[in-house]
């Protein structure tokens, strides 16, 4: 399968620059299909047509969950986000960080977070997790190996230039609130950086919209309700733009239906085309939102990958002193991963 | 002064005290790093605290003011002239809610929260009248024990918390005010009447207080800088003695019943309409 | 980061009352304002540190020597600007004035050093109930002890708020003066608002285990003064008493300085 966009002109360039396309197509052995980053068909050998038994011509525009109602959401599920995702974004090599007292908190980190993905970041408290994505937006220095942001070195470009790349969203939002509304509160970071009023009143709109706040801008920010004022710390962040979103542990001191409702709104900005990095310990939240996982025991890397493939392994992860939800451990014994019990049901309930 | 002894029976202001002190220090200690005359004072944004705790929480201010200091005191400095770094800083936080009412009628709002022109005006006055008188005391003691000449504390600690106060003093009460009104935590509405002492010529002890310190001040500046050419600290060290004793007397005829009444009068006509 | 200064030792000097040392730390104060003449100040700051090298914990003076050293350059410049002597050295400097700087600054240093040697060998508990002993009376030891413990608290959120507002975008280094206090805002207002916040919750935990019901309370930690304490009290006021002879006898002051 090839990633290819879905605008026109582009596909004809390169259906143009590829001709053999054609040629590998017609003669393949095997089916071979090529799909847009929503799983659309934009074509079809007819090895492929045969196999899903739908004539060439109907495979066009229609996504593969439509064409094909038998195949399994999660793989297709996979699938989507891996071809959505892009070039590395976040490039991390041999960082190690060691402490002004002297502890040496991460050692020897590889890690690479891609455009468009949705990562997580693993790990029990003093683990080291925090201190590594605090490394994304500047606020530590590495103190052996480097950290690159879009190619450039993070030591070479600053916390405040860093913040307009790579958003982060501290655990306690009442760890930034100072405003006297929640407009002010949102507006802080795009008139920081000094844009027109104008175009302040509008991300001020755009990123409330986002987080479901519309409407609130007159509020007094202190006293909403602590779902509120984190939905409000999120938008004060995204009002800058970033192309990256940290959230430091963003379930604490929400009850569970709060808990859901930020998760989906984080999966929303994401399937928006934010690249997320999540830093938590709350198992079922990387189950059921993340697209990869790195778990970080005692300052190292120990597990990367898929959470698909991350939550197999069950013995590393409780070496991390970390357990996966008990319905991936339950799918983990019989046989196959799954990443939440909807996905179990539809896997068990495949028609 | 009763209110700062009648206060303690309160368990949110005796808490208050607590979480005050805490504060301050620890934006003290921090900002250590950022020094003018090292080991006695630094220019330090945390400064607009005593005002902001005085008014919003009275005694209970004026009393974290103190601790507070007294332990940035802890981390280096602590010495005898922390005995005045006590005072000095409890007059901080104590001049600004006992002043406050000084200048306003009876039937006028006098709540702290700085969003009219009066107010502000009020407030920049009694900010730079508590920073002086926070600067005599401790400049007094120190030039006494012969540590540090009075003109150099004396301007230094003056104009550090005068600047600090003006600036960031007005935008903290117009944020904090009203949050910290609906958490119920306003000293005017914690504490009764009846344990606050009532104004006795409320507007004689504003003038003495202004008279007492900016008084000190000027004297302390003429007598111990150089070109005085006085013969020894006792100058300064004796001198000053009827500016600090005018400065207590005033804050004895300051009172500040009014505000308390005045807030539980609100709550009362909010509560039966 | 632990900002206090208390390292756990077991020494004689540890093991001593609070309100003993307490007394010590005060008794120190009059020793070092004694004398004005740096050698003989010099004498009591030695005195000072061998009590503090016994205690083992001089290694905290590597935490405050950037302190003592602005004191001393800073009060030698001082008082060599505002004090008068009879030979002059240079301009307007004279020879008496430096020294009465130098004698000044050792008498800082020494009041500093004997806190920083008070506070590594008490912890703020001790502190506390040794004031409550002494009369204060509870609630304020008790909110003294509760400001104490919640420092590194407070410092540690005030620290994350700064990341959280740099990563915002907070630049604090930039801009006039004023500018720059402003800018503070960001930081000062969600310390304030964390903190404060907890007071009624606070109030109401400390109420619902009975705090000021009555005005007697029993304590966890129970202070005996020993004969230990005692003779080291007696041995403390007896030198100190020698000390202020040998003043009284005209040692230790410096000749020619005025003010």
């Known amino acids: 399968m090839v990633d290819a966009r879905?605008?026109?002109?582009?596909?004809a360039e390169l259906e143009q620059a590829y001709g053999l396309l054609d040629v590998i197509f017609a003669r393949a052995p095997v089916g071979l299909a090529l799909f847009d980053e929503d799983l659309r068909y934009l074509r079809v050998n007819e090895r492929m047509a045969a196999m899903n038994g739908v004539p060439v011509a109907d495979h066009l525009g229609r996504a593969v969950g439509e064409l094909l109602p038998g195949l399994p959401r999660d793989v297709e599920d996979d699938l989507r986000r891996v071809l959505r995702t892009g070039e590395p974004l976040i490039e991390v090599e041999g960082l190690s960080h060691?402490?002004?007292?002297?502890?040496?908190?991460?050692e020897g980190v590889d890690l690479a977070v891609r455009r468009g993905e949705f990562l997580a970041v693993l790990g029990q408290n003093g683990s080291g997790k925090t201190t590594l994505v605090k490394h994304f937006n500047g606020l530590l220095e590495p103190t052996g190996g480097s950290v690159r942001v879009n190619g450039e070195e993070t030591v070479e470009q600053g916390v405040r230039k860093l913040g307009q790349t790579v958003g982060?969203?501290?655990?306690?939002?009442?760890?930034?609130?100072?405003?006297?509304?929640?407009s002010d509160e949102v507006a802080f970071g795009p008139k920081i950086r000094g844009l027109e009023e104008a175009e302040v009143e509008e991300r001020v709109s755009e990123a409330l919209r986002a987080v479901g706040l519309e409407g609130y801008e007159e509020e007094d920010p202190f006293g909403l309700t602590k779902g509120e004022r984190q939905r409000v710390a999120v938008a004060s962040v995204l009002a800058v733009r970033p192309e990256v979103l940290i959230l430091d542990e963003p379930t604490t001191g929400l009850d569970y239906a709060e808990q859901r409702s930020m998760m989906d709104l984080v999966r929303r900005l994401n399937e928006a085309g934010s690249t997320i990095i999540v830093v938590t310990h709350t198992m079922w939240v990387v189950a059921e939102y993340?697209?990869?996982?790195?778990?970080?025991?005692?300052?190292?890397?120990?597990?990367?990958?898929?959470?698909?493939?991350?939550?197999?392994?069950?013995?590393?992860?409780?070496?991390?002193s970390l357990r996966p939800p008990h319905i991936v451990s339950m799918g983990n014994a019989l046989g196959h991963t799954v990443c939440s019990v909807e996905e179990m049901l539809r896997v068990t309930e495949a028609k | 002064m009763r209110e700062i002894f009648t206060m303690w029976r309160h368990t949110q202001m005796v808490v208050l005290v607590a979480l005050t002190a805490a504060i301050y220090a620890a934006f003290l200690i921090v900002s250590q790093f950022l020094v003018i005359v090292p080991g006695f004072t630094n220019l330090r944004p945390g400064n607009v605290f005593p005002f902001v705790f005085g008014l919003l929480f009275g005694p209970a201010g004026a009393w974290g003011a103190a601790i507070g200091n007294l332990i940035n005191d802890f981390f280096g400095t602590l010495g005898l002239g922390s005995i005045f770094g006590f005072v000095g800083n409890f007059f901080l936080g104590f001049l600004p809610y006992k002043m406050w009412h000084a200048y306003f009628r009876r039937d006028e709002n006098m709540e702290p929260n700085v969003n009219s022109g009066k107010k502000l005006a009020v407030f920049v006055a009694i900010a730079i009248l508590a920073s002086i008188v926070c600067a005599v005391w401790i400049a007094w003691f120190n030039d006494l024990l012969g540590n540090v000449p009075f003109a150099v504390l004396g301007?230094?600690?003056?104009l550090n918390n005068a600047i600090v106060g003006v600036i960031l003093g007005p935008i903290l009460l117009l944020v904090l005010y009203p949050r910290v009104k609906r958490w119920g935590l306003l000293w005017t509405e914690i504490m009764e009447p009846d344990e606050v002492p009532a104004a006795r010529m409320k507007t004689v002890g504003n003038v003495l207080v202004w008279v007492g310190g900016v008084g000190a001040l000027v004297l302390g500046l003429i007598l111990g800088s150089a070109a005085g050419g006085a013969p020894g600290g006792l100058g300064v060290g004796l001198g000053l003695i009827p500016f600090l004793i005018l400065i207590l007397v005033g804050s004895f005829l300051l009172g500040g019943r009014e505000q308390v009444e005045a807030?539980?009068?609100?709550?009362?006509?909010?509560?039966?309409? | 980061m632990d900002p206090f200064l208390y390292l756990d030792r077991d020494t004689w000097v540890h093991r001593l009352d609070p309100r003993t040392k307490m007394f010590l730390l005060l008794g120190s104060f009059v020793f070092a304002f004694l004398y004005v003449n740096p050698l003989y100040g010099l004498g009591v700051l030695a005195v000072v540190l061998l009590f503090g090298a016994s205690a083992r914990v001089l290694v905290n003076l590597r935490r405050i020597w950037f302190v003592l050293f602005m004191i001393g350059v800073m009060s030698v410049i001082m008082w060599s600007i505002f004090a008068s002597g009879e030979t002059t050295l240079f301009l307007f400097v004279e020879q008496e004035s430096v020294l009465y700087g130098v004698g000044i600054a050792i008498r800082i240093i020494v009041t500093v050093v004997a806190g920083m040697i008070f506070l590594s060998t008490t912890r703020n508990e001790e502190i506390a109930t040794g004031l409550v002993r002494l009369g204060v009376p509870y609630r304020f030891a008790f909110a003294i002890s509760t400001a104490l413990r919640l420092v590194p608290t407070v410092a540690a959120t005030g620290a994350t708020i700064g990341q959280a507002q740099r990563s915002r975008g907070l630049d604090l280094d930039s801009g006039s003066i004023i500018e720059r206090v402003r800018k503070n805002v960001p930081l000062l207002i969600p310390v304030f608002v964390s903190t404060i916040r907890s007071t009624n919750t606070f109030s109401m935990a400390l109420e619902s285990k009975g705090f000021g019901a009555s005005a007697k309370r029993t304590y966890f930690l129970n202070l005996t003064m020993t004969r230990r304490d005692w003779l080291v009290l007696l041995v403390f006021v007896l030198l100190l008493a020698a000390a202020v002879a040998v003043r009284l006898l005209g040692f230790g002051g410096l000749e020619g300085v005025s003010r």
Request: charged share 25%.
């Open chain 1, 6 to 11: 879905s605008d026109r002109s582009l596909q």
């Open chain 1, 98 to 106: 060691r402490y002004p007292n002297g502890v040496l908190a991460l």
């Open chain 1, 168 to 182: 982060y969203v501290f655990q306690n939002p009442d760890h930034q609130i100072f405003s006297d509304t929640v």
């Open chain 1, 290 to 320: 993340a697209h990869r996982a790195a778990v970080v025991k005692d300052g190292r890397v120990t597990l990367s990958g898929t959470v698909r493939e991350v939550f197999a392994k069950e013995d590393e992860l409780r070496d991390a």
């Open chain 2, 155 to 158: 301007t230094i600690i003056s």
């Open chain 2, 263 to 273: 807030a539980h009068e609100e709550t009362d006509t909010m509560q039966s309409s």
